[in-house]
């Protein structure tokens, strides 16, 4: 029988959640619904002087938008809680002591000057500090390897400040497996003794995931490239307490549309694209970061280009429903390298979204941006005249705050015509032309896309000039510019006594 599918996303509530972060929290997602496993919220907040009180809300605001939500966390199926670290400190100290009696962690004194000296000290000699096997017993260092147990008893109990540090092995070569990159060999001689508890009794990010992904039963730890370098430490602990290591995964960078280096916000704010699920702003400094909810994207597209930004589906599709990214998610398929971050695609992902939609639902999106613009004339507009109109238009849309742009028009008349437009189709003869147009509009009685369509064609045939001649003249008296869904279906959505209406001043303004 296969072991349970248990998998954390673990942020640390410091801000806004980035895109990569999101992108973590989606592949676990999928990995666990593949699997019929149990996908859990877990807040890192063991480093309290990052800490941003709305962060932990907005992290979860953000996957339900994006229709990931955990199925444990915080205030939610807490079976294996609390689910904030800050909460679970009193555990921490218990693991930290059992690695200390076992002898593979130890008590540090050291100041925060005696490591500064010893830093520049090997700055000056050309070579890098690290705290480790090579020096950590020669007599400079002050901990609990080279202090008798009475002289750390009572350091400890004059209230001198310590750290507990991992004791890294010394010769040995790990051999680890991350599930996407493969074997990975370390030379335990070049890892340095990280500092698992902190003075302020507080576990470093170290020991408290170690001990979190254990008691809370994780079988697979998916996450950022970012954390690679800490893979080996992690492995060592879990060998340190005797305990079976679940496996790894380590997810490739989101990395800029240059293609160099990790996306950031300062990419966003330079090319003009968020990288935040949700707007965001920061208390302290009022600043307001874009989200990509509130700059009109559809949920389901943007998670759809988020899948597809290191993971290959190793077919020809681009297009997946959750359910369908569920169905074809493998681990064996996400890319090792940099997936480059495109503003472009991401826009033509919610252009094809857009188009999935129905008539109704865009009507219902797009009514509240066409009161505000139209203000107090609100009254007046029906929604089945707009749902015909956003039939017209949205396949030429990415968002649906670009259908003002592109039917503004059948709301208000034009007082402006386009200039190149009005130089290169308004000629000296042109108002002549739509005068009689007028009449021909005028006599017909049952203005339906049909018969309009039959009378001024019929008209301009019999006049024999070019349809140019006519049509584009009218097309800017109607729309005010040379782009547009079809004339007739304009003709007769904004009916007989506006589109002469419009014509007569178009003659009055470009005559």
Not at 3 to 21: D, E, K, N
Not at 229 to 247: E, I, Q
Request: aromatic share 12%.
């Amino acid at each position: 029988m296969e072991s349970t599918i248990r998998v954390r996303f673990a942020p640390s509530p410091t801000g806004p959640l980035h895109i990569g972060g999101v992108r973590t929290a989606l592949f676990n997602y999928l990995f666990a619904k593949k699997n019929g496993g149990t996908f859990i919220l877990r807040i890192e907040d063991t480093d309290q002087t990052r800490y941003v009180a709305n962060a932990e809300q907005y992290i979860i605001d953000a996957l339900n938008w994006c229709n990931i939500p955990f199925d444990e966390g915080p205030n939610k199926n807490e079976k294996f809680g609390p689910y904030r670290q800050s909460e679970r400190k009193d555990i921490y100290k218990k693991y930290a002591d059992i690695l200390i009696k076992s002898g593979q962690a130890y008590y540090a004194f050291d100041t925060a000057e005696q490591l500064d000296n010893e830093r520049k000290g090997h700055e000056e000699k050309g070579k890098t500090f690290i705290y480790n096997w090579h020096n950590r017993e020669r007599g400079r260092l002050v901990n609990s390897l080279v202090l008798t147990e009475e002289e750390v008893q009572n350091r400890i109990e004059n209230g001198e400040k310590y750290v507990v540090r991992f004791k890294s092995p010394q010769d040995e070569i790990l051999i680890m497996n991350d599930e996407i990159r493969g074997e990975i060999k370390i030379d335990t001689n070049v890892l340095d003794d990280k500092i698992l508890f902190k003075s302020d009794g507080m576990p470093t990010y170290h020991l408290a995931n170690i001990v979190d992904d254990y008691l809370m039963e994780i079988s697979h730890v998916i996450r950022g490239e970012e954390w690679l370098p800490s893979m080996a430490l992690h492995v060592l602990l879990y060998k340190a307490f005797g305990w079976d290591a679940p496996k790894f995964a380590h997810l490739p960078l989101i990395l800029k549309p240059v293609g160099k280096g990790k996306l950031s916000k300062r990419d966003g704010d330079k090319l003009g694209f968020p990288v935040f699920p949700l707007e965001y702003k920061n208390d302290k400094t009022g600043d307001v970061s874009r989200g990509y909810k509130e700059d009109g994207y559809f949920a389901d597209g943007f998670i759809n280009m988020l899948a597809l930004l290191g993971w290959n589906p190793g077919t020809e599709q681009e297009i997946f429903s959750l359910d369908e990214l569920i169905e074809s998610f493998d681990l064996s398929r996400v890319s090792k390298s940099g997936a480059k971050f495109s503003p472009d695609k991401t826009n033509w992902f919610n252009q094809q979204y857009l188009q999935t939609k129905s008539d109704e639902e865009l009507t219902d999106l797009y009514l509240p941006i066409l009161l505000n613009k139209l203000n107090d004339t609100s009254s007046e507009i029906e929604k089945s005249y707009v749902k015909k109109i956003v039939s017209l238009i949205k396949e030429r849309a990415v968002f649906v705050n670009d259908f003002w742009d592109l039917s503004s028009f059948f709301f208000i008349a034009p007082t402006e015509y386009d200039a190149k437009a009005s130089r290169k189709n308004w000629k000296p003869e042109t108002g002549s032309l739509m005068a009689e147009l007028i009449k021909i509009i005028s006599s017909i009685d049952d203005f339906t896309i049909e018969n309009a369509q039959t009378e001024i064609k019929g008209w301009i045939t019999s006049k024999e000039i070019g349809f140019g001649k006519v049509m584009q003249p009218l097309r800017l008296s109607l729309v005010g510019k040379p782009a547009g869904p079809d004339l007739f279906e304009i003709m007769t959505l904004i009916g007989k006594k506006e589109t002469i209406s419009r014509i007569e001043n178009a003659i009055n303004t470009l005559n």
